[in-house]
């Protein structure tokens, strides 16, 4: 990502928004510079032709071995209509995963499960459900769903909490908050900020109520990023607490009141990653009543277009295509990396933080603090309307 603005703002000409490059500039910081890493790793896997997943594709076979007697993997992809979570669906389906595929766009979702279809070669055993993220009732109904279809003999094999939007302009959700609505409760994700809601807290609600459906060894891939290192400070709850507090005058709309509320896109983003590479070994550690395994995972640096709508605002148009496809990897190489989790032992992968396969160090603060991942399990527990409890 830094190579990126870098790029961008060596030659972006007078159209470039200077005071908004060095804003997001100082949230990329550290993720920035791993950013760069990360395409160095791009351009290593495709001088390989990808052979870097060999092991763990045959790792993930293993584990969809072990279902047989069984009708074989039961799993959810969210977002799965576009990027990551539709290359995902593709290969899951393809080797012979049940899959449903959670869609916020009926018309998106079907055009993407004919794809999915397609690409199986009339084998694939893959639905479409609709999910919207930032709305509470969705989520619960999507959640309601996929458990009928669950069973003693049917259990959820494989949740990937994958859909996200990155560095969207200052929106809330529609409503109050759950927990400070006056009194009486909101609607669960009411009247939280759009980024914090899809990348995080509807994922939160979502992976909590599909739990009691889970089989003995299943897996939840939380879908973070490079970007979560840093993107927490000890005044991040108030300031969380304050995006999501009833006050709506504190909202900004207008640019200069944005400035004044110092609402920073890819801080926003930052924040909701942190949350979701958090998430895992909290998760982990409250739940700990069965086999199952919660790991964050970092998909790479992936040519899609959330990374497009990104980079376009520092980067030319003539430059931003030829650059992506240049230094970034596809989305089919992205949902192997995100795959290959699943070959790594349960006890390596319980509560870790997982880049192409590997455990890396996570953010220092989720290493260091459980009180930091506890408080916002507690404050996402508020948001979704679900007492803070056990997982
Ligand atoms: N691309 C990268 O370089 C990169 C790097 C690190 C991490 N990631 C993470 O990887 C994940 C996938 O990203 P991507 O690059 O594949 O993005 P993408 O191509 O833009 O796809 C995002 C998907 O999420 C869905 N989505 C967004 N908001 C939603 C909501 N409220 N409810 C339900 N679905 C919603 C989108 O649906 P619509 O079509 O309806 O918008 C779309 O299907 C994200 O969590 C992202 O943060 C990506």
Same mark, same amino acid.
């Given at each position: ?27 990329? *910081? ?33 584990? =969809? ?41 009926? $018309? ?14 009339? +084998? ?48 809330? *959700?529609?409503?109050?908050? @759950? ?13 939280? $900020? ?36 840093? +993107?927490?400070?000890?005044? $991040? ?15 900004? *709309? ?16 930052? =924040? ?39 980079? =376009? ?37 319980? +509560? @870790? ?36 409890? *056990?997982?």
């Amino acid at each position: 990502m830094a190579l990126f603005l870098l790029v961008g703002g060596a030659v972006g000409g007078p159209g470039l928004a200077l005071r908004e490059v060095a804003r997001e500039a100082r949230a990329l *910081t550290l993720g920035g510079i791993l950013g760069a890493r990360d395409v160095f790793a791009n351009l290593r896997l495709r001088a390989e032709r990808g052979r870097a997943f060999s092991a763990a594709d045959a790792g993930e076979a293993a584990w =969809r071995r072990a279902a047989r007697g069984r009708r074989g993997r039961l799993a959810v992809v969210t977002g799965a209509n576009a990027g990551v979570g539709l290359a995902l669906a593709q290969l899951l389906t393809a080797r012979g995963v049940h899959v449903i595929l959670g869609c916020r766009s009926p $018309e998106r979702g079907r055009a993407a499960l004919a794809a999915v279809r397609a690409a199986a070669r009339g +084998g694939a055993r893959a639905e479409l459900l609709a999910l919207d993220l930032c709305d509470g009732r969705s989520v619960h109904a999507f959640s309601r769903a996929v458990r009928a279809r669950c069973g003693h003999h049917r259990p959820l094999d494989l949740v990937v909490a994958n859909a996200g939007v990155m560095a969207t302009p200052w929106a809330r *959700t529609p409503g109050a908050p @759950a927990a400070v609505a006056g009194g009486a409760p909101g609607p669960p994700l009411g009247g939280l $900020e759009s980024q914090w809601a899809a990348n995080f807290a509807g994922h939160f609600l979502l992976v909590r109520l599909l739990w009691p459906a889970l089989g003995a060894d299943a897996r939840v891939l939380l879908l973070s990023s490079v970007a979560h290192h840093g +993107g927490f400070r000890p005044d $991040e709850l108030r300031r969380l607490a304050a995006d999501c507090a009833p006050r709506a005058p504190r909202a900004p *709309t207008a640019p200069a009141a944005r400035g004044a509320h110092r609402y920073s896109p890819y801080a926003a983003y930052k =924040r909701s990653k942190w949350a979701m590479a958090a998430l895992a070994p909290e998760l982990q550690r409250r739940a700990a009543t069965g086999a199952q395994v919660v790991c964050a995972v970092h998909p790479g640096l992936v040519d899609t277009a959330l990374a497009f709508g990104f980079f =376009r605002r520092f980067v030319p148009a003539p430059l931003l295509r030829p650059l992506q496809s240049a230094l970034l990897r596809t989305p089919a190489d992205a949902a192997r990396a995100v795959l290959a989790a699943l070959a790594l032992p349960p006890e390596t992968a319980a +509560g @870790a933080y997982v880049v192409d396969g590997r455990v890396e160090r996570a953010d220092r603060v989720i290493v260091r603090s459980a009180a930091a991942r506890a408080a916002v399990w507690d404050v996402a527990s508020a948001h979704v309307g679900l007492p803070a409890g *056990t997982g």
